[in-house]
């Protein structure tokens, strides 16, 4: 079955969007785009991940400790 990459992306933002409250016909699109249950859930883990790592460093004002990208 071939994966098809933008219905993964549109579930991740209906999951940002929806606060995590997606409907079962959401599920059922990504997974009939070829993702099983084992990749939606990783998707929905990292999308905690970035959450979490957002929110801790702007609560510490965490240094960026890489160089700023050069201007265009």
């Given at each position: 079955?071939?994966?098809n990459r933008g219905a993964l992306l549109e579930?991740?933002?209906?999951?940002?969007?929806?606060?995590?409250f997606v409907s079962d016909d959401e599920l059922?699109?990504?997974?009939?785009?070829?993702?099983?249950?084992?990749?939606?859930?990783?998707?929905?883990?990292?999308?905690?991940?970035?959450?979490?790592?957002?929110?801790?460093?702007?609560?510490?004002?965490?240094?960026?400790?890489?160089?700023?990208?050069?201007?265009?």
């Open positions: 079955m071939d994966i579930f991740v933002r209906r999951v940002i969007a929806s606060r995590g059922n699109e990504v997974r009939a785009a070829g993702y099983s249950d084992g990749q939606i859930a990783e998707a929905v883990g990292y999308i905690g991940l970035a959450t979490y790592s957002n929110l801790f460093n702007h609560v510490n004002d965490t240094a960026l400790d890489f160089p700023a990208a050069e201007k265009l």
